[in-house]
């Protein structure tokens, strides 16, 4: 037998053990050739809540054959949004969004390039014009305020989207894009958000009924701005919002945007500040409407705020800190997004264990919200938790992920808050509700998880006088 030089130094005595393997630990109850699926389908953050329970903040699953670990509480949160994109990929799994946002935008473009796009965005969210999206947001709330009458009921989650989406499309797209909002943008965007659900994130190109909605829709949407740039090219107009801004941007390398990719930026900023607060909003409403003394010390606040001829502004909204708690502990109890998952692209070390690659690594905020050594009495609705001295959220950078963490940490959570801050700002000065429904409970077909209808509310005008001028 040959000795090779590398053994010959070590003959005669043992070699060093290799390092002990620490295999993740797999959640329990998998089926053959289904793994977890079924109980996934049925209530995934039962399924995920269970797996932290049985193993702690690391835990392997199986959904048919896409091998998963859930990375469950702060500290595993920070290895998971500190890791770099070549080794945790965003990229490969939100392909999904493409034929929802276009080609050449978001998750179609290298990370350098997606970084770009995104930095157009930064101007927008500057104090200046969001002193201008204040007034705008008190403006459509109020307008939808008024159209209620003295009394009624309304199916809530169809108001905030109606209401997010006035806003946003004012706010972000354009004045001309707001002017047609009733006369087809609505629906086809509505039918754009259907597009997006779990059964896409697995298959986005399956002609179903839904997806082949949301093709036309983005085909739809996709003429109408590119018609609104062209006249403005024509006219020479350029006013102050999001659209003007990209048309006039330009890359590192000099080069403008063609109307594709300016369609496909504003429909990822629409989403990102519109889709989600629909639903946060709409949750808002319906844990208010069951605890009476917040909502009297959210109305407490108002007064002092504004006294009693006020006028919104982003400043008056800043110091709503009542309201602000409402939005926080909302996102803690019912993130619009229960999932946020890369592709393990190398190798990742935690706590001992290697998360191997091509597994899909996932974060779960509405399983890590409510982690019992973070959050006291965590299903209860308690906004106070979030002022001080209690601060619970602020017991580690990764505690509160409903807007998600690091370099993909949602860039529209500002508006966001302004934006649901004007809404029930607006809506609890001038009305009382009271639920038609029992509390609903959470809708997980879509891949923003909305409260399952039915969802109507009953509304009575207030008698008192508003609060604003």
Sequence with gaps: MAIHSDSAATLGR??????????IPELSGAWPLLGHLPEFQKDPVAMLDRGWREHGELVRFRLGTSKFVLFAGPEAHDSYFRAPEEQLDARA???????????????????????????????????A????????????????????????TIDLPVAMN??????????????????????GFAEAYH????????LGFFFPRLP???????????????????????????????????????????????????????TGILLTVLFAGQHTSAVLGSWMGFEMFRAPVWVARIREEMQEVYGEKGTMSLASLKRQSALECTVRECERLHPPLILLIRKVLQPL?????????????????????????????????????????????????????GFGGGKHRCMGEKFALLQLKAIWTVLLDRFDFDPAAQFPAPNYRSWVTGPRPPCRVR???RPQASVFT
């Design 14 to 23: 043992a070699r060093p053990a290799a390092p002990p393997e620490n295999p």
């Design 93 to 127: 799994v939100y392909e999904f969004t493409v034929p929802v946002f276009g080609r050449g935008v978001a998750y179609d473009v290298a990370p350098e390039i997606m970084a770009e796009q995104l930095g157009f965005l930064f101007p927008a969210l500057r104090d």
């Design 129 to 152: 014009p969001m002193r201008r999206y204040a007034r705008i947001m008190y403006e459509e709330a109020s307008r939808f305020a008024d159209a209620l009458g003295e009394e009624g």
């Design 162 to 183: 109606e209401l997010t989406v006035n806003i946003a499309s004012r706010c972000l797209l354009g004045q001309e894009i707001r002017d047609q909002v009733d006369s």
């Design 191 to 198: 039918d754009l958000q259907e597009g997006i659900n779990l």
């Design 208 to 262: 179903i009924p839904a997806h082949r909605r949301r093709d036309r829709a983005r085909r739809r949407i996709a003429q109408l701005l590119v018609r609104v740039m062209t006249e403005r090219r024509r006219t020479e107009a350029a006013p102050e919002d999001f659209m003007q801004a990209l048309m006039q941007a330009r890359y590192k390398d000099g080069r403008a945007l063609s109307d594709e990719e300016v």
């Design 349 to 401: 070390q935690y706590a001992g264990h290697t998360v191997s690659a091509g597994t899909l690594a996932v974060v779960s905020p509405a399983v890590s919200h409510r982690l019992p050594h973070l959050f006291a009495d965590p299903e209860r609705f308690d906004p106070q938790r979030f002022a001080p001295p209690r601060s619970e959220d602020k017991q580690h950078h990764y505690t509160l992920i």
């Design 459 to 461: 509304y009575r005008r």
